[in-house]
């Protein structure tokens, strides 16, 4: 039976497993926040030093509509089910379409007395690298033929995001050096040396965190200026800056509270 809520982890339907599973509720939940502050002078009030988003719970709540009698076959089933859900992947809601949450971490629950016919049980999934709810496909933008300029690239979504870039050499020569600018950042890459046909990838993995290649090597270390390539939502001019023309595309993948 398909039912009205369904949850996904890596494309696996829960409700696909077993027509005796009922889901019961699914809670997309919201990000965890940490706050710091101090008092402001005057004796009213404080001023916000530092924010960090830290993870995202998403829960959902199933039962098993099998006979308390039948304790063998509840076992089997609810084992089948935390073996669906013991994996690191991409989840998503059927009510929440075209938008998945990265899981790094579940937290299952106990079978507790399976002779309660009538028990809940509640899987905690968990986001720690990217705490949000992200679009299942990027936004993007593509300027040929150019050694320099800037592109308007339209980002989704409700909080800051990373922007990617690939950069390909259509020079026929080789260049050494490329920098961009997206939202107050920069990455400059010195003697990055692309050659002809190459390519150079900034990009972002489910961890959230920034690559930089050429081909199959990592030029991670060649970055200087700022930390990382990030901007907020709207509409985002990507500059950029090489010593021979290139086509370049940027994307940003719209996240979400």
Same mark, same amino acid.
């Given at each position: 039976m398909i039912l009205s809520r369904r !949850?996904?982890?890596?494309?696996?339907? *829960?409700?696909?497993?077993?027509?005796?599973? =009922? !889901?019961?509720?699914?809670?997309?939940? *919201?990000?965890?926040?940490?706050?710091?502050? =101090?008092n402001r002078m005057g004796g009213v009030g404080q001023r916000v030093t530092a924010q960090h988003w830290e993870t995202l719970d998403v829960t959902v709540s199933f039962a098993m509509d099998i006979r308390k009698r039948e304790l063998a076959a509840r076992k089997a089933l609810f084992d089948l089910v935390m073996d669906w859900a013991d994996r690191k992947g991409w989840l998503t809601v059927n009510y929440i379409p075209g938008r998945r949450v990265y899981v790094d971490k579940v937290i299952p629950p106990a079978s507790g007395d399976l002779w309660e016919w009538d028990a809940e049980y509640t899987i905690t999934f968990r986001a720690y690298n990217v705490p949000f709810w992200q679009d299942e496909a990027p936004s993007s933008a593509t300027m040929d033929g150019a050694a320099s300029g800037s592109i308007a690239l339209d980002v989704p979504g409700q909080m800051e995001t990373p922007v990617d870039a690939v950069f390909e050499n259509i020079s026929g020569k080789v260049i050494q050096d490329f920098s961009i600018s997206a939202g107050g950042k920069t990455l400059n890459l010195a003697g990055v040396n692309i050659p002809a046909d190459g390519v150079l990838r900034i990009?972002?993995?489910?961890?959230?965190?920034?690559?930089?290649?050429v081909g199959e090597t990592s030029v991670y270390?060649?970055?200087?200026?700022?930390d990382d390539l990030v901007c907020g939502p709207g509409s985002v001019t990507v500059s950029f800056t090489a010593t021979r023309a290139g086509k370049l595309t940027v994307s940003a993948t719209g996240r979400y509270k």
């Open positions: !949850i996904a982890l890596d494309g696996v339907q *829960l409700d696909e497993l077993d027509s005796r599973i =009922v !889901i019961r509720s699914i809670d997309p939940g *919201l990000p965890k926040e940490s706050v710091s502050a =101090v990009s972002h993995g489910t961890d959230g965190l920034l690559r930089a290649t270390g060649k970055i200087t200026g700022s």
